[in-house]
């Protein structure tokens, strides 16, 4: 017998007048911010109860899938030792434990560039615990460490630490050559803080009351905080700021920028009180972006740029005159998104975009050209990380795809040669071969042609071959793209015969600026029917069925899965929106919130501009919902403590589709942030929560 369905909470209507340009909104649920009022905390308690007894019958597969995430993954284990200075520095995982364990071991000499072997288990010669993440945790719900720096003489570790979720780090100074902690505490900083390479000094930054770092702080080690010297505020609300040293140690570098602008700031690092100088002026609508070489013996400055280069220019100037002659080093080239470029001595480094996937090549100074380092498969995602040092002889650089785990590689640069040096493990005997990967192209309604990146288990057949349950996923804002990466997780729906696709729709960042202009501000909806497009397609090429469909978007693509299932409800099966963006539009006109002024240049200023406002209420997820409806199943994920999309948006528009008739979910973690619970354990029950659903929605709960 079929156990009745609880009642379901059902928010009180308390409606506060939003007024601007001569339209005025009443809104029943706005009471719900107030997370200091008792009655709102009972309210989320009570969804969160509702949320238990509605999924309670998944009990047994939420601990099948956490049993197969954790038996998939080497538990002890260690990262590839990464060289800086006189020693090799690597994390170590324990089984059992929930974070990591920071170390490092010598050097076997000067010329050693061979990381050493590590096994788990297996003590190392002269390793030296730095920070044990486990210890730190210790009677906390919560743990993020938001910075870890040694500086380059290996003598002082500075490290920062979050308890609450609320993203507000507190900084220690840790002496490595006696292991005690100096009294050093620096309260309320923001992530990413350094040490000066000589160790003497920290730069951390520090935000407004809208959550913007606003300001570049120097703090010199043994003194009281109260002492700490401003190195720039930027007053500006658009923009933020951030600090770090080149690799040459020759600068420290002050960031400022904006979605569209942006500008950075020189001091040098053996003087870091003398006042700092710009590089270019600021110029509304230039972003561009400053790497630190020496060429020849001379101080260069490799500036990449958008000033009349859509994606993006790269060029050369003197460091002591970098408003001066410029030396086009890449021209721009349509279709060719420069990203990023790292200087290390002898060579630079240049990661950019082209037909969707990322690239990096190594720039030769004296001939300006590239030679990009190639890959087989037809869908990866790499990067470079892990470098450090100045004049390392090989690139460290991570690649991984849909079917290849993360694969840690150094690529000798004199050769061409890669040295594998880890890839990550997976137990349990998995295989590539047994897993298939392809792109599709979806059009658009305006005839855009629209990538779709797919995954799936060959043993249940190819995609094209009949309706296979699929778990579609999208982001598309900031010019941030998802690309094809591997999961451990993922597996159990892989394993299960879901076909895991990505909607790589624009807004993104996967074909280009171009790719991204055309799904910001009024381009905002081509984001929405970009996915529609590609459910659409994938229900048309018979891949799938709108039963056997569910969809999944976080954050900004929360606000994506929110507009679809007003959108094209009759698509899916079910949606899940993590910590979503759901009621964007009130979010965006209120600039005592976090970040919304920063926001206006992606999604327009509502406050301000009556067309903005317009367009932005007509589809802002939230009020958007409509009666008679027939809105898939949704479940939606949120944190008390999230600073960046606060927990009241998906709160509200739950109530609101409740209200309608919608079988909405709300799970609202009490002690967390926006990346959700801390500790791996934690995370892996999380995300088992959130497939038991899924394959619930998908009717494969009982496999």
Excluded at 228 to 235: A, K, M, N, S, Y
Excluded at 281 to 287: D, H, K, L
Excluded at 644 to 658: M, S
């Amino acid at each position: 017998m079929t156990a009745p369905q609880p009642a379901a909470p059902i928010a009180d209507r308390r409606p506060t007048l939003r007024a601007h340009h001569s339209d005025t909104f009443a809104d029943p649920y706005e009471w719900l911010r107030d997370k200091d009022d008792d009655r709102v905390r009972a309210h989320l308690e009570a969804e969160n109860a509702y949320t238990d007894a509605r999924t309670a019958h998944l009990a047994p597969l939420r601990e099948r899938i956490f049993d197969e995430i954790k038996s998939r993954t080497q538990e002890t284990d260690l990262s590839v030792p990464s060289r800086h200075g006189r020693w090799w520095y690597y994390s170590r995982t324990v089984a059992g434990q929930q974070y990591g364990i920071h170390c490092r071991a010598p050097l076997r000499s000067e010329d050693d560039w061979t990381p050493p072997v590590l096994d788990p288990g297996v003590e190392v010669p002269g390793e030296q615990v730095l920070l044990d993440d486990n210890a730190e945790a210790a009677g906390q719900e919560f743990f993020s460490l938001g910075t870890f720096d040694v500086s380059s003489d290996g003598e002082r570790l500075l490290w920062g630490i979050d308890v609450a979720g609320d993203e507000r780090y507190t900084l220690r100074v840790r002496d490595l050559t006696t292991g005690a902690d100096l009294d050093d505490t620096i309260e309320g900083t923001f992530s990413g803080a350094t040490l000066s390479p000589d160790g003497r000094h920290v730069i951390y930054t520090t935000v407004d009351d809208a959550w913007r770092p606003d300001t570049v702080w120097l703090h010199e080690v043994g003194t009281p905080s109260r002492a700490d010297t401003t190195l720039f505020h930027e007053p500006d609300e658009r923009f933020w700021v951030g600090a770090g040293f080149s690799r040459s140690e020759r600068y420290l570098m002050i960031e400022i920028g904006s979605s569209i602008t942006s500008e950075e700031l020189l001091v040098p690092a053996d003087d870091l009180r003398a006042e700092p100088r710009s590089v270019w002026p600021r110029r509304e609508g230039v972003e561009y972006s400053v790497t630190h070489a020496i060429v020849d013996g001379v101080d260069e400055l490799y500036v990449l740029h958008n000033d009349n280069a859509l994606d993006f220019e790269l060029v050369r100037v003197r460091a002591d005159d970098p408003e001066g002659p410029r030396e086009v080093v890449l021209p721009h080239e349509p279709g060719r998104r420069l990203l990023h470029m790292s200087a290390f001595r002898d060579w630079g480094v240049v990661s950019y975009r082209r037909e969707g996937l990322p690239r990096l090549a190594l720039l030769d100074y004296a001939a300006n050209d590239l030679r990009e380092i190639e890959f087989a498969e037809p869908l990866y995602a790499v990067g470079a990380s892990g470098n450090p040092e100045w004049a390392p002889p090989m690139l460290r650089l991570g690649y991984g795809s849909f079917v290849t785990p993360g694969t840690v590689y150094d690529y000798v640069v004199a050769t061409g040669e890669f040295l594998l040096r880890k890839q990550q493990p997976v137990l349990g005997g998995y295989d590539p071969a047994d897993y298939g990967q392809r792109r599709l192209w979806a059009r658009a309604d305006d005839g855009t042609q629209v990538p779709i990146s797919l995954v799936w288990k060959r043993s249940f057949g190819d995609p094209a071959d009949g309706a296979r349950p699929v778990h579609l996923y999208g982001y598309g804002s900031y010019e941030h793209s998802i690309d094809p990466g591997f999961s451990v997780a993922r597996l159990s729906l892989l394993d299960r015969g879901v076909v895991f696709a990505v909607a790589h729709v624009r807004g993104g960042g996967e074909m280009g600026r171009q790719w991204y202009e055309g799904g910001k501000l009024d381009h905002k909806r081509n984001t929405f029917t970009d996915f529609i497009a590609c459910a659409q397609h994938l229900v048309d090429a018979g891949i799938t069925a709108p039963e056997r469909l569910v969809a999944e978007g976080g954050s900004a693509g929360g606000l994506l899965m929110g507009a679809v299932a007003n959108l094209a409800p009759q698509l899916f099966a079910g949606i899940l929106a993590d910590v979503a963006f759901v009621d964007a539009l009130t979010t965006i006109l209120d600039p005592s919130l976090p970040l919304t002024v920063i926001e206006w240049d992606e999604w327009g200023d509502p406050l301000h501009d009556p067309d903005v406002y317009a367009y932005m209420k007509s589809y802002s997820p939230y009020e958007n919902v409509r009666a008679k409806v027939p809105y898939p199943r949704i479940l939606a994920t949120t944190s008390l403590n999230d600073t960046r999309v606060l927990y009241v948006e998906p709160a509200k528009w739950v109530a609101r589709l409740r209200e309608v008739g919608a079988d909405a979910l709300l799970r609202c973690e009490m002690v967390a942030g926006h990346g959700g619970v801390s500790g791996r354990y934690n995370a892996w029950h999380q995300r088992a929560f959130e497939l038991a659903w899924l394959l619930d929605v998908l009717r494969l709960a009982d496999d």
